[in-house]
T-cell receptor, first 114, second 113 residues
């Protein structure tokens, strides 16, 4: 199994509080992704990173920011959580899907915003 | 823009029936990969198959088979002789030159005993 861990795995917070989710990899892969999963929408890309300090927005990036200061960690931050951000968040990593065809997912982080 | 459509939101069949999950995609890239993932009730994403855009050969793995047709931009997934353990949400996904993996909405498959 690919070395990818998400933390925390479960979190309950209140509206307006900041939240940070962490994705940590031990594979030294270049690409890292954050997705959210909601019923009826499948998985939607929030942000992704193609290298240290290199990030780009996905289709649902409003209300989220990311940082990647080192290869192994990709942080997703909700500056002021809202109930609409209640979701399951998945991190994924890849060296280069087009070259290797490989993409590895973490186990997911369930966030509830009350 | 890239897009994946899984028109079947939910499918319910009786055990041992064959079932096909449809996936239609849109992309302007000439090089891309298509994926199928399974998400059982436990919630993790389980990789099933990947297919690159230059390989249109159909693939069979046990009771699972995949039909990739570039002419119709489809990558359908068939389960033969379905079993209760096949019950899950199945996602089709596409990644192209931008290295952004795009998912379909998912199909919830229920296999009834």
């Amino acid at each position: 199994d690919a070395g990818i861990t998400q933390s925390p795995r479960h979190k309950v917070t209140e509206t307006g509080t900041p939240v940070t989710l962490r994705c940590h990899q031990t594979e030294n892969h270049r690409y890292m992704y954050w997705y959210r999963q909601d019923p009826g929408h499948g998985l939607r890309l929030i942000h992704y990173s193609y290298g240290v300090k290199d990030t780009d927005k996905g289709e649902v990036s409003d209300g989220y920011s990311v940082s990647r200061s080192k290869t192994e960690d990709f942080l997703l931050t909700l500056e002021s959580a809202t109930s609409s951000q209640t979701s399951v968040y998945f991190c994924a990593i890849s060296e280069s899907v087009l070259q290797t065809g490989e993409l590895f997912f973490g186990e997911g982080s369930r966030l509830t915003v009350l | 823009a890239q897009k994946v459509t899984q028109a079947q939101t939910e499918i319910s069949v009786v055990e041992k029936e064959d079932v096909t999950l449809d996936c239609v995609y849109e992309t302007r890239d000439t090089t891309y990969y298509l994926f199928w993932y399974k998400q059982p009730p436990s919630g993790e994403l389980v990789f099933l198959i990947r297919r690159n855009s230059f390989d249109e050969q159909n693939e069979i793995s046990g009771r699972y088979s995949w039909n990739f047709q570039k002419s119709t931009s489809s990558f359908n997934f068939t389960i033969t002789a379905s079993q209760v353990v096949d019950s899950a949400v199945y996602f089709c996904a596409l990644i192209g030159g931008a290295q952004k993996l795009v998912f379909g909405q998912g199909t919830r498959l229920t296999i009834n005993p």
